[in-house]
């Protein structure tokens, strides 16, 4: 069996937690990384989405090769910012983190939406996704260019044929989905444990 376009990132799943439970750092990033080729299916629509996630993902990463054994958890990344009080920068890998992690919630909820309302069209899945995930984190001018960028979603049969349309496609979506939202919940959970779950953009 070959698979679907979710089966990399399904089974880089099982490598995400230390045998103890913690979040492993590389793991994490490897499926947030596998994603992206997906996104790619969606065209001119998710370039901005796309962008966002590789830049926070090589953002983490960097900061993950300077010393691999101290960062290996995900969450040592955040706390080492904040006992320097640089985690709440721009540019801070926290801030990468918060970002990359809201943008897998609209990722999640998006392939949620298709895999569980195939009636609907990839634009309706989308604007849904977006209004209840990342447009209450979006200032004016961020909200603009995601809904015009939106707009160029090409239509359901179109994604679904470039997908691959295997019988096994919507059931990886959701499994997907399923395994990786308690994952993103966890991580919401500790940067607002620390108070930094509610920066917002321009």
């Known amino acids: 069996m070959d698979g679907t376009p979710f089966t990399p990132a ?3 799943m099982n490598h995400l937690k230390s045998e103890q439970g913690e979040l492993l750092t590389k793991p994490f990033l490897d499926v947030c990384r596998l994603i992206l080729p997906i996104l ?3 065209g001119a629509a998710m370039t901005v989405v796309k962008s966002d996630v590789s830049g926070n993902i090589s953002r983490l990463e960097s900061k993950y090769s300077s010393n691999t054994s101290r960062y290996n958890y995900l969450y040592s990344i955040v706390q080492s910012e904040v006992e320097t009080k640089s985690a709440k920068a721009s540019s801070s890998c926290t801030n990468g983190l918060l970002w990359l992690t809201r943008a897998m919630d609209f990722l999640v909820e998006l392939f949620q939406n298709l895999a569980q309302n195939q009636d609907w069209s990839t634009a309706q899945a989308c604007n849904d996704s977006y209004s209840k995930t990342l447009k209450k984190w979006h200032g004016w001018l961020a909200s603009s260019s995601f809904t015009v960028a939106l ?3 090409p ?3 179109k994604f679904m044929e470039v997908l691959g349309n295997s019988e ?3 059931g ?3 499994k997907f989905c399923t395994t990786f939202s308690p994952i993103l919940r966890e991580i919401h959970k500790f940067l607002a444990s620390v108070g930094l779950d509610s920066m917002k953009s321009l």
Do not use: G, T
């Open 155 to 157: 239509d359901r049969k």
């Open 168 to 170: 096994n496609i919507y």
């Open 40 to 42: 790619d299916k969606f």
């Open 10 to 12: 399904l089974e880089q």
């Open 151 to 153: 707009k160029l979603v």
């Open 172 to 174: 990886d979506m959701e």
